[in-house]
């Protein structure tokens, strides 16, 4: 078989390896803005005005604009009152739940991302509407008052999304912050938006903060956090935010000034996911406007690339679980792509 692990070459609409090449349905580059050859010149132009890196904490005396300005777009762009830039989305989870712990006892929700996670994995197991029923009667029941809900927004692999209405149920008396990563979601699911529904989180006791690595969708390598101007200007104060080095000035500068492209890619890709879905019926595992499709086909894999088309294959949850193959449509693929992956699934 095949060894993908030395790539020398981007993982975009192709693969090709010394003897055949592939169809490529897989990674997280969901808009394709990672080989996009516009997207690319935006972000050269940013070099050539910014350099290739600024080295600088966010404290320093000397600082270019960009930092500043993609900061204050980032928060109009996805309806936030203010926003913070991280140099990635590791950092930028950990810094909050490094920094809300202190404010509250902290309630993981299953299957969260590691980076969300504080010192060791967190015991929470089983379905999500089952924890969030749980934990909502948990709340309303102890006698402390302050609470960190940490959960994925949803879960990218299977994919299933996740339903957070029934946090309104908690006590209006208990203080929570629910803090939310939409790393996958955010910019791919809505168009220029988080990937849910914001109209259950105007309750005056539950404070949301979104936190987003940019690497995913939007093909910038940084960590954003969305919250409301209080709590961005209390996070601006941390070591965290001011001794770390940023983002790169050009990777935000083509953030910023890329998204005509952006918008374009968001079209594409919805117009593929719909496409394909016409054809898979309900014989593949799928969600609304999100473009990963999953099978626990044990025959699959193989199927596929003997017709030439590589997707991620791996046991799901567990390493002694069956196979979980999962699709990924980006929106480089053509409809031609589209009917060859159905015809080798066999459903069209």
């Not at 913070?84 to 309630?107: C, I, K, P």
């Not at 791919?188 to 969708?217: P, Q, T």
């Not at 086909?297 to 949850?317: H, K, N, Q």
């Given at each position: 078989?095949n060894?993908?692990?030395?790539?020398?070459?981007?993982?975009?609409?192709?693969?090709?390896?010394?003897?055949?090449?592939?169809?490529?349905?897989g990674?997280?580059?969901?808009?394709g803005?990672?080989?996009?050859?516009?997207?690319?010149s935006?972000?050269?132009?940013?070099?050539?005005?910014?350099?290739?890196?600024n080295?600088?904490?966010?404290?320093?005396?000397?600082?270019?604009d960009?930092?500043?300005?993609?900061?204050?777009?980032?928060?109009?762009?996805?309806?936030?009152?203010?926003?913070?830039?991280?140099?990635?989305?590791?950092l930028?989870t950990?810094?909050?739940?490094?920094?809300?712990a202190?404010?509250?006892?902290?309630?993981?929700a299953?299957?969260?991302?590691?980076?969300?996670?504080?010192?060791?994995?967190?015991?929470?197991?089983?379905?999500?509407?089952?924890?969030?029923?749980?934990?909502?009667?948990?709340?309303n029941?102890?006698p402390?008052?302050s609470?960190i809900?940490v959960?994925n927004?949803?879960?990218?692999?299977?994919?299933?999304?996740?339903?957070?209405?029934?946090?309104?149920?908690?006590?209006?008396?208990?203080?929570?912050?629910?803090?939310?990563?939409?790393?996958?979601?955010?910019?791919v699911?809505?168009?220029?938006?988080?990937?849910?529904?914001?109209?259950?989180?105007?309750?005056?006791?539950?404070?949301?903060?979104?936190?987003?690595?940019?690497?995913?969708?939007?093909?910038?390598d940084?960590?954003?956090?969305?919250?409301?101007?209080?709590?961005?200007?209390?996070?601006?104060?941390?070591?965290?935010?001011?001794?770390?080095s940023?983002?790169?000035?050009?990777?935000?500068?083509?953030?910023v000034?890329?998204?005509?492209?952006?918008?374009?890619r968001?079209?594409k890709?919805?117009?593929?996911?719909s496409?394909?879905?016409?054809?898979?019926?309900?014989?593949?595992?799928?969600?609304?406007?999100?473009?990963?499709?999953?099978?626990t086909?044990?025959?699959?894999?193989?199927?596929?690339?003997d017709?030439?088309?590589?997707?991620?294959s791996?046991p799901?949850?567990?390493?002694?679980?069956?196979l979980?193959?999962?699709i990924?449509l980006?929106?480089?693929?053509?409809?031609?792509?589209?009917?060859?992956l159905s015809?080798?699934?066999?459903?069209?």
């Amino acid at each position: 078989m095949n060894n993908f692990t030395r790539l020398e070459q981007p993982t975009g609409r192709f693969i090709t390896t010394t003897d055949r090449e592939y169809l490529f349905f897989g990674g997280t580059s969901y808009l394709g803005l990672a080989t996009d050859q516009a997207y690319t010149s935006i972000f050269i132009e940013g070099i050539q005005r910014y350099g290739i890196n600024n080295g600088t904490s966010r404290n320093n005396n000397v600082q270019q604009d960009i930092f500043d300005q993609a900061e204050d777009y980032a928060a109009k762009r996805f309806g936030f009152e203010a926003s913070l830039l991280l140099s990635s989305g590791y950092l930028a989870t950990q810094f909050l739940v490094r920094t809300l712990a202190a404010e509250g006892e902290v309630l993981h929700a299953p299957s969260c991302h590691p980076s969300l996670w504080l010192d060791e994995k967190p015991t929470a197991a089983g379905s999500f509407v089952d924890w969030a029923t749980a934990t909502v009667a948990y709340i309303n029941q102890s006698p402390q008052t302050s609470f960190i809900i940490v959960s994925n927004s949803l879960d990218n692999m299977k994919p299933e999304t996740f339903d957070f209405a029934v946090f309104s149920h908690i006590d209006p008396n208990k203080k929570i912050v629910l803090l939310l990563d939409d790393s996958h979601g955010i910019g791919v699911i809505r168009k220029n938006g988080i990937s849910f529904d914001r109209s259950n989180f105007y309750l005056s006791n539950i404070e949301l903060i979104v936190v987003a690595s940019l690497a995913k969708g939007l093909a910038t390598d940084a960590g954003l956090i969305l919250a409301d101007e209080a709590r961005i200007k209390s996070l601006k104060r941390s070591n965290f935010y001011t001794g770390a080095s940023p983002s790169s000035p050009a990777s935000l500068y083509a953030f910023v000034y890329g998204e005509q492209i952006y918008l374009e890619r968001f079209q594409k890709l919805q117009h593929n996911i719909s496409y394909f879905r016409e054809r898979i019926a309900s014989q593949l595992n799928t969600v609304s406007n999100f473009p990963v499709f999953s099978s626990t086909d044990p025959t699959l894999y193989a199927r596929l690339m003997d017709a030439g088309i590589l997707v991620s294959s791996f046991p799901y949850p567990l390493a002694t679980d069956p196979l979980l193959n999962r699709i990924v449509l980006n929106a480089h693929h053509t409809e031609a792509d589209l009917d060859r992956l159905s015809h080798a699934i066999g459903i069209y």
